[in-house]
């Protein structure tokens, strides 16, 4: 992708793309060496503040006077090239080719629709729209020529992927300012490495940013639930259109109940959404919450084309209004949402994240609204909370009426760390769990997972007993099986805390005094029990050294919401404690 | 409140304990490079063939490609530090496609020790030029980025004045013939009396059949150069002669 540095009859310094692949307005002069975008801005920027002086107007030829200082600014840039020329480093350009010649032939035509349809609302790199190219199955030149046809119409820019602000740089994929800065060829570069994982960003580099809404489809939105609303649900869906249609607030945060179905509550609102012509984004921090609700939403609004897009997802470019994606993802869109419903907001990666929170806030149309939906809020987000600058909508309920299963404490005087002289399981303990249901042990470290799977093994020959992490390589299907209940007892780190529903399932936290299990963690781990119509009750039980301040405040939170729901009649007063008997 | 507090113990703590870097490819111990990748990627019992660098067996001179006279014809010596592959190759695209020059000078000092050990001294050292469209794009050379590091490290002059008038398609897509057909002409020298008597090291990143060292070396003995030797990060290894490997 190369950019050269041009200057018309008027003294203006502008930009041709691959020398003249693109429209060219009138006669211009083309320096031959290509120059980074950002190079070229920034002598556009001297030019432009060197034409504005009113002495240079009176003086001389005004064309030797722009040329000389042209010189000038790009001779002292601190680079290693010999001095440049007129005559040998530029060339005289005028263009033949009209703006349309993209468009010659059908094929063409065609092929120039699609990319026109998939990169609205996109802020794409380089690579990004080499994988376009790829999925397109057109020459790479052709995909660039379409994007400076974009430009040129003004419905789209190039911009350096990271920005010279000040005496800092920042980054336009992530917003991060923590930029690796070193002595390019050009002067002063910049490498953007927060989100080197999406591809390199640097200040040399630049990015598509197409500024136009996704496209509007023409057919009728098809909203068919396959579940019906209970009480509690009702009352925060209800909340939630009414968030949407008050133009006065942009902010929302949903605190419901872990396996309240705060999902499928958000979905009458999408549909409404839908129908006004607005765009819908539906992000969360892991591929596994998408891969979750993506069934659930293609079911219920069949015949809506929805985006899946997650790190694995074999094809990037995908068309419709309502996009489900890892907030990863979210940093290739550009103001293209009306509404973004962000699950489970306090989970890792997002939390503390400000690359994603900045991915977010650009993904967002002005105007748009912004909801979070969690189970256990941030105090960050409670802060906002009470400050007013967000609306809080409650949902302490789960659909089936019963209450959230209260975590036991069982204490020992040991440690549960495999090297450290561990407790010995008790046999008659985890047999009766297992008479109530499958099992799912969550344990604090990786490193804790196969020692603890041998001991259970030996403990229990006659179970089937596997376990998983983040880096295991089998992850994917460990995890079908298990949803296929292929497991009596299953190990795993806090993979598998949020956004997964298990039938029947019982939970038992290892060391659930380890520092790294906070409140949060637990009421999260605590909430996989007891979430089906069909098993709403189960077992939690926190096996601990000590009894730490996150269990405590995770057991409080709890019976909180259990009280709440009570009070609000959500939850039957017969069944207040039945889960546990 | 809290941020001030926590900044200030990180820097009490910066203090008293010493921040320990890893190995600079796999993040092991002990730095810059663990034994582990020393033995897997640098191959020291490796020997490498004189005229294309490749990694053979210590007992050989040639692979089997410059035994028949497929390779490189310009060059004196060439030696690759180590096998292109995992952690090694990771590194050096990190370095060029991620932007990330500055990791570049963790190797500086092993890379160099090495050099001196295995290639005579010289008068100077040239990098391998890059066509201004790829450098416009990346911003750095990354011969030119090792160039400056050996020339840090042992002193040794930084010679210029070959420059890279055709773009060429990247070797690594093309077959061996393809690759001597596409350096064709692609560079030229600016000054006949540059490198006039003077013996050199040509510096590249990575270095497959040599046909990129070998054209630059072309033109250097054209305009009188006395004696090319390449340089190169990583090469490949051959494959009939080091049994064992994947």
């Not at chain 2, 064709?184 to 006949?192: E, G, I, P, T, V």
């Amino acid at each position: 992708m190369d950019f050269y540095l041009t200057l018309n009859e008027d003294g203006d310094v502008g930009y041709t793309f691959n020398q003249g692949m693109d429209r060219l307005p009138s006669k211009v002069s083309c320096l031959k060496i290509p120059l980074p975008l950002g190079v070229i801005q920034s002598v556009q920027t001297q030019m432009t503040k060197f034409k504005k002086q009113r002495h240079f107007r009176l003086k001389g030829n005004y064309h030797e006077r722009i040329r000389s200082e042209l010189f000038k600014v790009l001779n002292n840039r601190d680079w290693d090239v010999p001095k440049l020329t007129w005559e040998k480093d530029f060339v005289s350009l005028r263009s033949e080719t009209p703006a349309s010649t993209a468009g010659k032939g059908d094929d063409k035509e065609l092929l120039f629709q699609s990319f026109d349809w998939l990169v609205r609302g996109r802020q794409l790199s380089w690579e990004d729209l080499r994988n376009l190219a790829h999925e397109l199955k057109c020459y790479e030149e052709t995909i660039l020529q379409f994007a400076q046809i974009n430009v040129a119409a003004k419905k789209a820019e190039w911009i350096p992927a990271v920005l010279r602000q000040g005496e800092g740089w920042q980054c336009q994929r992530c917003g991060a300012k923590d930029i690796k800065e070193w002595p390019s060829f050009y002067g002063r570069a910049g490498t953007c490495l927060s989100c080197m994982s999406l591809g390199s960003s640097t200040s040399l580099k630049a990015f598509y940013r197409d500024y136009r809404p996704l496209p509007e489809d023409t057919e009728k939105v098809d909203f068919r639930p396959h579940w019906k609303l209970t009480e509690a649900q009702g009352v925060a869906a209800e909340e939630i259109l009414d968030f949407l249609k008050d133009s006065s607030e942009t902010k929302a945060l949903l605190w419901a109940a872990c396996g309240s179905g705060k999902t499928e509550v958000c979905f009458p609102s999408a549909a409404w959404a839908l129908e006004q012509g607005k765009s819908v984004l539906f992000a969360a921090p892991r591929q596994d919450v998408i891969n979750d609700v993506a069934p659930r939403l293609k079911r219920d609004f069949p015949g809506v084309a929805i985006q899946v897009l997650t790190g694995n997802a074999p094809v990037k470019f995908q068309r419709g209004r309502v996009v489900l994606a890892t907030t990863h993802q979210v940093l290739r869109f550009w103001q293209a949402f009306d509404l973004i419903v962000l699950d489970e907001m306090d989970a890792f990666p997002y939390q503390g994240n400000g690359a994603l929170e900045w991915g977010l806030k650009h993904a967002l149309r002005s105007n748009g609204k912004l909801l979070y939906l969690t189970a256990t809020p941030s105090p960050e987000g409670l802060k906002e909370v009470h400050r007013g600058k967000m609306r809080l909508i409650r949902l302490p309920a789960r659909h089936h009426r019963f209450p959230l299963p209260v975590p036991i404490i069982e204490r020992f005087s040991q440690r549960f760390d495999p090297e450290r002289n561990p407790p010995s399981l008790r046999r008659d303990r985890f047999e009766s769990l297992r008479h109530k249901g499958r099992i799912l042990v969550f344990v604090p470290k990786i490193s804790w997972i196969q020692p603890w799977i041998n001991r259970f093994r030996q403990c229990f020959p006659e179970w089937k007993i596997d376990g998983s992490y983040s880096s295991d390589s089998e992850r994917s299907v460990k995890l079908e099986k298990l949803r296929q209940g292929k497991f009596d007892l299953f190990l795993s780190t806090t993979i598998l805390e949020r956004g997964i529903t298990l039938e029947g399932i019982q939970v038992v936290v290892l060391g659930a005094d380890h520092p790294v299990f906070d409140e949060r963690a637990l009421v999260q781990m605590a909430g996989r029990v007891g979430r089906t119509r069909k098993d709403p009750g189960g077992y939690v039980l926190f096996m601990a050294h000590l009894e730490t301040t996150a269990i405590k405040k995770a057991i409080h939170w709890i019976e909180d919401q259990n009280r709440m729901a009570l009070e609000k009649g959500l939850i039957g007063e017969d069944l207040k404690g039945i889960s546990n008997e | 409140m809290n941020e001030f507090i926590k900044e200030g113990f990180k820097r009490i703590r910066a203090l008293w304990y010493l921040e320990r870097s890893g190995c600079v490819f796999c993040g092991g111990h002990p730095s810059p490079i663990c034994p582990i990748c020393t033995r897997e990627l640098l191959h020291p019992e490796l020997g490498r063939c004189l005229r294309c660098g490749k990694l053979i067996v210590q007992e050989r001179t040639l692979c089997k490609d410059c035994t028949e006279g497929k390779g490189p014809k310009y060059l004196k010596k060439v030696i690759a530090w180590g096998h292109y592959t995992g952690c090694l190759k990771e590194f050096i695209q990190n370095v060029k496609f991620g932007a990330n020059p500055m990791r570049m000078m963790q190797i500086s000092r092993p890379l160099a020790d090495w050099a001196i050990r295995e290639l005579p001294p010289v008068d100077g050292i040239l990098a391998v030029p890059m066509h201004s469209t790829r450098l416009a794009e990346r911003g750095f050379n990354q011969a030119e980025l090792i160039a400056s590091l050996i020339h840090w490290e042992l002193g040794l002059p930084i010679l210029q004045g070959v420059k890279r008038v055709k773009a060429t398609p990247p070797q690594v897509s093309l077959s061996r013939q393809e690759r001597l057909q596409n350096l064709k002409n692609a560079f030229a020298l600016q000054s006949k009396e540059l490198f006039q008597g003077r013996s050199v090291w040509l510096i590249d990143d990575v270095t497959t059949t040599g046909s990129t060292l070998d054209a630059v070396a072309e033109v250097l003995y054209k305009g009188g150069a006395k004696e090319v030797y390449g340089l190169c990060l990583a090469a490949g290894f051959e494959k009939v002669l080091v049994p064992g490997f994947d």
